[in-house]
C-alpha cells in the first residue's frame, strides 16, 4: 500500500501535498517525494524513510510556488526503500506516483530496453512511468497514452500522472487500488484516501475502474476508453478527518483484520504461478532442506508453530520453533541440510536480526518472510519471501498473523511436493483452495461479529482465562491468548487441553472462564473430555469449533461460535479471524486503547 495525493489549483500546491501526505502516511512510511510542475518545466524532490525527511530536504531547497503537483508515500514491494526507486518517478515526458503492483513489469522492461529505454529505479513502477512516457510520445494526447498504457498492464494500479507539456493538468487511472477525486473552491484533488484531502472538500468521487480523470485548476472531467467523456458520481463524506484515516472504522486494528480477505488474495495471488506456489529464489534452499528450524517473536513465532505443523503433516519435514530472544543465546546443533526460516511482520525486531546473523555465522541458509520491504531481515537473509499485507499500524498483529499463516500453508504444499509427499494435482487443489476459498471463508468470520460480540459479555469482566486446544488449536490458543491479554490486559494462558489434568486444573473453580478451540476434527472426542472436565468444576466454557463439528458431536450447553467448515489447511487462518475478533471486541468493551496498548510498541528493535 502507498498514498498518493495530488493538487491543482489557484493555490501553492506544496502545502496540500505535505499535509495529504501526512493524512496518508499510514498506508506507507519507507519514503516519501514530491513532483511540483511549472510553466518551464517540473522539479521533483523525494527521499528516503519518513515524511519528515522529505520535509528538512524541501525547507533546505525552498522550491518556488507551484499551482499543480503530485505527492507520494511508499510501501515498498519492488525494489528496496531508497532515494532512487521513492516516487514520483521520472521520465522524459512526465512525472508519475504510483499504488499498487505491477504485475508484467519484466515483460515490459524487456520491450523498453529493446526500444532505447535505460531505467534508474529497480521499481515496477518505473516500467509502468515509461510505457505511458512511449504511448504519449506517439499519440500526443495524455488521455489517449493513459488508455493505451494501462491496456498493456496486468496488476493492480493506481496512477497520478503531469505530463511537462501540460503543466497545468493531473492525470489519474485505477484498476484494483483506490483513487478518489475532489473538488473546492480553490482547486481540485487527488488521492489515495479520504482523509488526504477532507480538510479542504468532503465532496469526493472515488473512480471508477479504467476511467481516466483529468484534474484542471477550474474542474475535473472524465474519459472512458475508447475517449467517451462520462459524468461520475460525486458523494458527502461525513467521516471527521481521524474516522476516515482508519476507513470509518474505530480502530486501525479491526479495520485490518477486515483487510484480511483482500490481503490474502493479493499474496496468494502473488506467489501463484500456474496453480502452484512458487517462492522466487527460495526454491533452492527448499529443495534442500532436510531440516527447519523456525525463529520468531510474539505473535511470528505462533504463525511458525501453525507452520510447523502444516509442514511436518504435509511434507514430513522435521521442524523446530524457537523463540528468537532464545535462540540467539542458545546452544544450536544443526545438521547437514538445515534451514533457518525467520518471521516477522516488521523485518527489524532485534532479537530475530540477532537470531538470523547468528544462524549466519554458522553458516546455516536463512530465508526470512517478513511484510517489510527492504527492512533488515528482508536485506540480511539468504533469500526472502513477502507477506503483502501493506502497513499493518496496530500494535496488535492481526493481518500479518493471518498471511503468515497462510503462506506457511502454502510453503508446506510447496514442499511436499518437493519431497514427492504428493502429486502435482493433488497440491493445485490444495493451493487452489488457498487461492479461492480462503478469503471467501474469512469473509463468512467477518460476518459473524454479532456472535462474537455476545461472547464477550462472558469474558470482558474477568480477571484470568484459559484458552484451550489440542495439536493445533492448542498453537491457535497461543496466539488467541497472547492477542486478549495484550489489548484487554485480561491475564490469559493457554494450555494443551490434555495436559490439564497434570497440575493447572487445580485453578479452575466456579465460573472460571475457559475459551475451548476445537477444529480439529482429529481430536474432537479427546478435545470434549476436557471440557466436561472443566465444566464439572465449575468452569464458565465458550467453545469455538467448526459448523460440522457441531453437528455431528454432542457439544456441552454453553456459549459457542460457530466457524464455516474448510479443508484443514485452511482452517488455522479461518480460526485467527475469529480470535482477533474476540479479542477486539472484548478490549472496546472495557473502553480500552487498542491500537496502543500500554507498554508496547508495534517493533521491537532493542534487546
Ligand atoms: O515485527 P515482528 O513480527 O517481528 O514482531 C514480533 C512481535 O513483537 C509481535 O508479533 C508482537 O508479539 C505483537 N504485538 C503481537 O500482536
Known amino acids: 500500500m502507498c498514498g498518493i495525493i495530488g493538487y491543482v489549483g489557484n493555490k501553492s500546491c506544496l502545502p496540500f501535498l505535505l499535509e495529504g501526505l501526512d493524512a496518508l502516511e499510514y498506508r506507507g512510511y519507507d519514503s516519501a517525494g514530491v513532483s511540483l510542475a511549472y510553466g518551464d518545466g517540473i522539479d521533483t524532490v523525494k527521499s528516503k524513510g519518513k515524511l519528515a525527511v522529505l520535509r528538512e530536504k524541501l525547507e533546505e531547497l525552498s522550491p518556488p510556488i507551484s499551482f499543480c503537483g503530485i505527492g507520494h508515500t511508499r510501501w515498498a514491494t519492488h525494489g528496496e526503500p531508497s532515494d532512487i526507486n521513492s516516487h514520483p518517478h521520472v521520465t522524459p515526458a512526465l512525472t508519475l506516483v504510483h499504488n499498487g503492483i505491477i504485475e508484467n513489469h519484466a515483460s515490459i522492461a524487456r520491450e523498453l530496453v529493446e526500444r532505447g529505454v535505460s531505467f534508474i529505479s529497480d521499481t515496477d513502477t518505473e516500467r509502468a512511468a515509461y510505457l505511458i512516457d512511449l504511448c504519449y510520445s506517439e499519440c500526443k494526447d495524455p488521455v489517449e497514452a493513459i488508455f493505451k498504457a494501462t491496456k498493456m498492464l496486468s496488476g493492480s494500479f493506481a496512477f497520478g500522472v503531469i505530463f511537462k507539456d501540460r503543466p497545468e493538468c493531473i492525470y489519474a ?3 484494483d487500488s483506490p483513487l478518489i477525486v475532489g473538488q473546492s473552491e480553490n482547486g481540485c484533488f487527488l488521492a489515495s484516501d479520504v482523509p488526504a484531502i477532507l480538510p479542504h472538500t468532503n465532496i ?3 473512480l471508477d475502474e479504467g476511467v481516466v480523470a483529468e484534474l484542471r485548476g477550474d474542474g475535473i472531467s472524465f474519459f472512458s476508453a475508447p475517449y467517451t467523456r462520462i459524468e461520475q458520481k460525486f458523494e458527502e463524506i461525513k467521516w471527521s478527518p481521524e474516522q476516515a484515516q482508519k476507513g470509518g472504522y474505530a480502530h486501525f486494528m479491526i479495520k485490518e483484520i477486515h483487510e484480511e480477505p483482500m490481503a490474502l488474495r493479493r499474496t496468494l495471488e502473488h506467489i501463484n504461478r500456474d496453480g502452484l506456489p512458487y517462492f522466487e529464489g527460495a526454491e533452492r534452499l527448499l529443495r534442500e532442506a532436510r531440516s527447519i528450524k523456525m525463529v520468531a517473536c510474539g505473535t511470528a513465532m505462533h504463525a511458525c508453530l501453525i507452520g510447523k505443523h502444516m509442514i511436518e503433516k504435509l511434507a514430513r519435514i522435521p521442524v523446530s520453533v524457537e523463540i ?12 547437514g541440510g538445515s534451514l533457518t526460516l525467520l518471521l516477522s511482520q516488521s523485518g527489524e525486531t532485534a532479537d530475530t536480526v540477532a537470531a538470523l546473523r547468528r544462524a549466519k555465522e554458522l553458516g546455516i541458509p536463512t530465508l526470512a ?11 540480511e537473509a539468504d533469500e526472502v519471501i513477502y507477506t ?3 502497513p499493518e499500524i496496530s500494535v496488535a498483529s492481526t493481518k500479518a498473523y493471518s498471511l503468515q499463516c497462510a503462506i506457511l500453508s502454502a510453503l508446506a504444499i510447496s514442499l511436499s511436493l518437493i519431497r514427492g509427499r504428493t502429486d502435482e494435482e493433488s497440491a493445485k487443489a490444495l493451493f487452489g483452495s488457498l487461492l479461492s476459498d480462503l478469503p471467501r471463508l474469512v469473509d463468512e468470520v467477518l460476518a459473524k461479529e454479532k456472535e462474537i460480540v455476545r461472547v464477550t459479555d462472558k469474558i470482558y469482566s474477568a480477571e484470568h482465562l484459559f484458552y484451550i486446544g489440542r495439536g493445533i488449536d492448542y498453537y491457535l490458543a497461543l496466539e488467541a491468548s497472547l492477542k486478549l491479554k495484550e489489548i484487554s490486559y485480561i491475564h490469559s494462558e493457554a494450555y494443551p487441553s490434555g495436559e490439564l489434568k497434570h497440575g493447572t486444573i487445580s485453578l479452575v473453580s466456579d465460573g472460571t472462564p475457559i475459551v475451548a478451540l476445537i477444529t480439529d476434527s482429529s481430536l474432537v472426542e479427546k478435545s470434549l473430555l476436557a471440557v466436561h472436565e472443566v465444566i464439572s468444576r465449575g468452569a464458565k466454557v465458550t467453545v469455538i469449533c467448526t459448523d460440522r463439528i457441531s453437528r455431528e458431536h454432542e457439544l456441552p450447553e454453553c456459549e459457542k461460535i460457530i466457524l464455516p467448515d474448510a479443508p484443514e489447511h485452511l482452517l488455522p487462518v479461518v480460526t485467527a479471524t475469529a480470535i482477533q475478533l474476540l479479542a477486539y471486541f472484548t478490549a472496546t468493551k472495557k473502553g480500552l486503547d487498542v491500537d496502543k ?7 521491537v528493535t532493542v534487546e
Open 388 to 390: 503483502l499485507a501493506g
Open 173 to 175: 487511472v485505477r484498476r
Open 204 to 206: 469526493c468521487c472515488r
Open 597 to 603: 496498548p500500554r507498554n508496547l510498541a508495534k517493533s
Open 324 to 335: 528468537a530472544s532464545e535462540f540467539r543465546y542458545g546452544e544450536q546443533i544443526f545438521d
Open 369 to 379: 518472510i517478513v511484510n517489510v520491504f527492504g527492512s533488515t531481515l528482508a536485506r
